[in-house]
């Protein structure tokens, strides 16, 4: 039972052109029963149906059906109930064009969780109920109006619902079609409700049980109907001859009847029989036309038929209600087939579309391969020393004392300084500063050959643990050193003679190194540290920092890589006095050198990021317009959809899996396609562009794209059904 409680209805509400659609009306629908509704057309007899039946919103007032009470639009039981109980007859069909007779009934299906075998039995038995079984698998395209009209009349019978509204069903049937669907809907009343938007009087008259009028937007009459006895066709197009007078006439092998109601004037024929072929002339004015098994007019030797009531109770339809599952909702299945066949009626737009992702796939690869390049710092370009190392100096404050003494009081208060980081816990080094010269041993065209090592560092002995030894062995006396890996391979980037006869780091073992001082090193082993480093023993260190006490300056080693908190506490070291007396420089040399490098790359990468974005933001731009003009253009099917109660994120699925679809197509190959350029045919160095990246950018892109897809249609999908089928029909 469906309880109408003073229902308003307003179109352009709160606007200057507000107007009431429907006048507060209450009214009961019992559980079964076929009612028409009649009224002129524009008396709202549509928005009263649509709003009933949950396809369109309302102001106030209450619809309760069987004992759930709706006081708004949109409730989630409203759709609930929608789904599970009613069924829909639309004026306009609102079938899928492009798919075919099958494949529409089944959608109506879809959402319940039964067999495909049920469901084809199902299919085949409501075709045949309206007479198109032999259309099961034609598209609906190819079909007439009539014909579609009763493939939507098949998918709102399939499932059985509690509830059919059908708003103009046999608006454009023929009369003996009429005749078997209100049959049908009168049948089946009998267990269920229908309730019939209808112009036509003479069917209210014949099948209602009782006629409700509407006249602008208000319930003013509502009438139990007995129903006639007998329903004479009016509007047949054939010809049936019992209803005319026949004048006959014979001679010879000729025989010609003479059909009229009216009196005829004198007809003039010329009938000419010649091979085996008739034809037929006249001198009269007006039409000759030839009736064959295709025309639409037959001739029928009988009386015009007349439908009486009996007649309509012997129509068979007998179809169980469908199971419904708790929540009906397209299974994943289904929505993925949904897609495909969207995709497949895009057409060229799908080809433009896709052209459009890829070229945005490979924009935001090269821009973000732009942006990476100026963020990115590669420390084995940049840093050229440790950076465990902190360098601690001193200059005296300003005094007007004697060269000597200077001299003397910085002696004194830079011991002391060295006194309180020893005290701190920290180990004090002293890092000479010194030119190297690698010799090669080897061929003797190159005997002469010496190489200047760049970018190196020292650092005690005691720093470098065995495990990261990856070629040789530790040092033994003090003229003995390891180089990290970052060493050697400077050496061999330095000059293309070096690199073409060293192909392997581990042939440096062995060979020496010389110093400014005269000092000739061995090389011992490799080391894979990360860092710049030359390893030696603290000896040494003494024998290459001559004047180190005076230069006033000392290296203390830090593990902790929080650079600026490490500066800090070395800072907080140093007592007042030492502060009074001397001015101390704290710094850590690596991390100055990617600053500077930072700050360099900062005015560079503000320009290039306002570029890229403009970039980006125009093409996501383009990518929303086609996706909002692809769901413009589809806006039949998605109206169908939501008139046949898919619920909301059903509909946000679709979209989702489709745009999903699109990327993978166009996006992902972007990307790919980029990042082989990138890494491959202009041969950009692997770091420039980490791995990491990749995936970002591709995961990116996938959601951008599906938010594209989503926004299109999430104003769409919030509005009432019955609103964006009237978007379509505009």
């Not at 007006?286 to 009736?291: D, H, I, K, P, R």
Request: with cysteine; hydrophobic share 40%.
């Amino acid at each position: 039972m469906i309880q109408i409680r003073n229902l308003n209805k307003y179109y352009n509400k709160g606007k200057t052109n507000e107007f009431q659609a429907i006048y507060d009306t209450t009214v009961t629908l019992p559980n079964t029963g076929l009612i028409c509704i009649l009224g002129e057309s524009g008396s709202g007899k549509t928005t009263f149906l649509n709003t009933v039946s949950g396809l369109d919103d309302f102001a106030d007032g209450t619809i309760e059906i069987d004992g759930t009470v709706i006081k708004k639009y949109g409730e989630k039981k409203q759709e609930q109930i929608r789904n599970q109980k009613f069924g829909y007859i639309f004026q306009n069909y609102y079938l899928l064009m492009e798919r075919t007779v099958e494949y529409n009934i089944l959608l109506a299906l879809s959402m319940y969780d039964i067999s495909e075998q049920e469901k084809e039995e199902r299919v085949d038995y409501v075709l045949r109920a309206v007479n198109m079984w032999q259309f099961k698998k034609r598209l609906v395209s190819q079909l007439s109006g009539g014909q579609q009209q009763r493939i939507a009349i098949a998918r709102a019978l399939v499932k059985a619902p509690s509830v059919i509204f059908a708003d103009e069903p046999t608006g454009n049937l023929d009369e003996a079609n009429t005749m078997n669907i209100m049959g049908i809907l009168k049948k089946i009343s009998q267990k269920c409700l229908v309730v019939v938007v209808t112009h036509e009087k003479n069917i209210a008259d014949f099948f209602a049980d009782r006629i409700i009028w509407i006249e602008d937007g208000e319930l003013v009459r509502d009438e139990q109907q007995e129903g006639k006895k007998i329903y004479q066709y009016v509007e047949d197009p054939h010809f049936y001859l019992k209803e005319f007078e026949e004048n006959k006439v014979s001679e010879g092998n000729v025989e010609l009847s003479v059909y009229h109601r009216e009196e005829t004037p004198k007809i003039t024929l010329k009938l000419v029989y010649d091979n085996g072929n008739i034809y037929l002339s006249t001198e009269n004015n007006g039409n000759v036309e030839f009736l064959t098994e295709e025309s639409e007019h037959k001739v029928i030797d009988s009386k015009r038929p007349k439908v009486e009531q009996k007649d309509v109770d012997q129509i068979q339809f007998e179809l169980k209600p469908v199971e419904s599952a708790k929540k009906p909702r397209l299974s994943f299945r289904e929505i993925r087939e949904i897609t495909r066949a969207n995709l497949k009626t895009m057409g060229k737009k799908k080809i433009f579309l896709m052209v459009v992702l890829f070229f945005v796939a490979v924009v935001a690869t090269f821009s973000f391969r732009e942006v990476m390049s100026q963020i990115y710092i590669n420390t084995e370009d940049v840093v050229k020393t440790d950076t465990h190392l902190y360098k601690i100096s001193a200059v005296r404050n300003s005094g007007n004392e004697a060269v000597s003494s200077i001299l003397e009081e910085r002696q004194k208060y830079f011991g002391q300084v060295l006194e309180e980081l020893q005290g701190a816990g920290y180990e004090v080094y002293r890092i000479p500063d010194t030119e190297l010269v690698y010799e090669y041993e080897g061929f003797i065209q190159m005997e002469n050959y010496s190489f200047e090592l760049r970018d190196f560092c020292f650092v005690p002995l005691d720093k470098l643990s065995e495990d990261s030894l990856m070629y040789g062995k530790m040092p033994e006396s003090d003229t003995e050193v390891v180089l990290d890996r970052r060493v050697v391979e400077n050496l061999r980037e330095s000059a293309s003679e070096v690199e073409s006869v060293i192909t392997d780091i581990s042939q440096v073992i062995g060979n020496q190194i010389s110093t400014k001082q005269g000092i000739t090193l061995t090389i011992t082993g490799i080391c894979e540290t990360g860092q710049p480093d030359i390893y030696a023993g603290e000896n040494l260190f003494s024998m290459l920092s001559d004047g180190y006490v005076a230069d006033m300056e000392c290296y203390v080693y830090a593990d902790d890589s929080d650079v600026e908190g490490e500066l800090r506490k070395i800072s907080s070291v140093f007592s007042e006095d030492v502060r009074a007396h001397l001015q101390l420089s704290i710094e850590n040399e690596a991390y100055n050198q990617i600053e500077s490098v930072k700050m360099e790359r900062r005015s560079n990468l503000e320009a290039r990021v306002l570029v890229i974005a403009a970039i980006l933001i125009i093409s996501i731009l383009m990518i929303y317009f086609i996706m909002k003009s692809d769901a413009n253009q589809r806006m039949q099917d998605l109206s169908v959809y939501r008139m046949l109660g898919v619920p909301k994120r059903n509909m946000i699925g679709m979209y989702v899996w489709q745009n999903f679809l699109l990327t993978t197509y166009s996006s992902l190959v972007g990307v790919l396609l980029t990042v082989a350029a990138i890494r491959g045919l202009l041969d950009v160095e692997y770091m420039v562009f980490p791995w990491y990246t990749v995936p970002l950018i591709i995961a990116g892109l996938y959601l951008i794209n599906i938010l594209m897809g989503i926004l299109t249609i999430w104003k769409l999908i919030k509005l009432p059904p019955a609103q964006i089928a009237a978007r379509y029909d505009v």
